[in-house]
């Protein structure tokens, strides 16, 4: 096959997208993008909630299709496209890997609309966002919270403390311990089957030696 023929068949294999179905196209996406956007406006559990980083997965799924009607369009261009995409480095760290499971959700739906399938688009798009919104909703089997216990000079009763904790937690453990002069200062982790009891801390609070307990959920890796 001659150079001409080749080009010849790049040039003729391609589809020529119109402006109405452009339109069509980058609609649907925005649709999937927001459907995307208020399933992670839903399920965020962050204190601080990023809305910059909600409206860039809905850009991201755009830009996937507009990359992939590129490509589609021309087989010549798409050539060009390979070689353009992989010299790109993004450097920035996911710290979360929930948000990087959007990011990744966001492209492969950007991928489904770009091919028109649309049936395969809002069907995936509308399961994963139901699992997701169930699964954040639904609470744990325990709840777990760090206690912070500040003391002074006299020391801490701790048979006292054990019995407080054996009778209002299912299970606990010592963190760390901190003890300098007339001053010291316990973190306990503890599991419970309900929300935490005020009874708990009032009564770890009238134990002799204490003169403080700070009470704080912990989630995972996120600690408020």
């Given at each position: 096959m001659s150079k001409e023929e080749i080009l010849s068949y790049f040039y003729t294999n391609s589809t020529n997208y119109g402006i109405?179905?452009?339109?069509?196209?980058?609609?649907?996406?925005?649709?999937?993008?927001m459907i995307i956007y208020f399933t992670y406006?839903?399920?965020?559990?962050?204190?601080?909630?990023?809305r910059k980083f909600?409206?860039?997965?809905?850009?991201?799924?755009?830009?996937?299709i507009i990359v992939m009607l590129m490509i589609s369009s021309s087989i010549a261009?798409?050539?060009?496209?390979?070689?353009?995409?992989s010299i790109v480095r993004f450097r920035t760290a996911v710290k979360d890997s929930r948000d990087?499971?959007?990011?990744?959700?966001a492209m492969a739906e950007g991928l489904c609309v770009?091919?028109?399938?649309?049936?395969?688009?809002?069907?995936?798009?509308?399961?994963?966002?139901?699992?997701?919104?169930?699964?954040?909703?639904?609470?744990?089997?325990?709840?777990?919270?760090l206690l912070v216990i500040v003391g002074g000079e006299s020391a801490v009763d701790?048979?006292?403390?054990?019995e407080k904790l054996d009778a209002y937690s299912?299970?606990?453990?010592?963190?760390?311990?901190?003890?300098?002069?007339?001053?010291?200062?316990?973190?306990?982790?503890?599991?419970?089957?309900?929300?935490?009891?005020?009874?708990?801390?009032?009564?770890?609070?009238?134990?002799q030696g204490i003169q403080s307990v700070n009470c704080v959920v912990e989630n995972g890796e996120r600690v408020g």
């Open positions: 109405k179905r452009t339109f069509v196209i980058l609609l649907c996406g925005l649709l999937t993008g406006y839903i399920t965020s559990e962050k204190i601080a909630y990023n909600n409206w860039s997965l809905v850009i991201m799924l755009l830009v996937t261009m798409s050539l060009g496209m390979v070689g353009a995409l990087t499971m959007f990011i990744f959700w770009s091919s028109q399938n649309y049936r395969l688009t809002f069907t995936t798009v509308l399961f994963i966002a139901i699992v997701l919104i169930i699964s954040s909703k639904m609470p744990g089997i325990w709840n777990r919270y701790k048979n006292m403390l054990k299912v299970s606990w453990r010592t963190r760390s311990v901190n003890k300098s002069c007339g001053h010291q200062e316990m973190i306990l982790e503890i599991k419970t089957r309900g929300e935490l009891n005020m009874d708990m801390l009032d009564g770890i609070s009238a134990i």
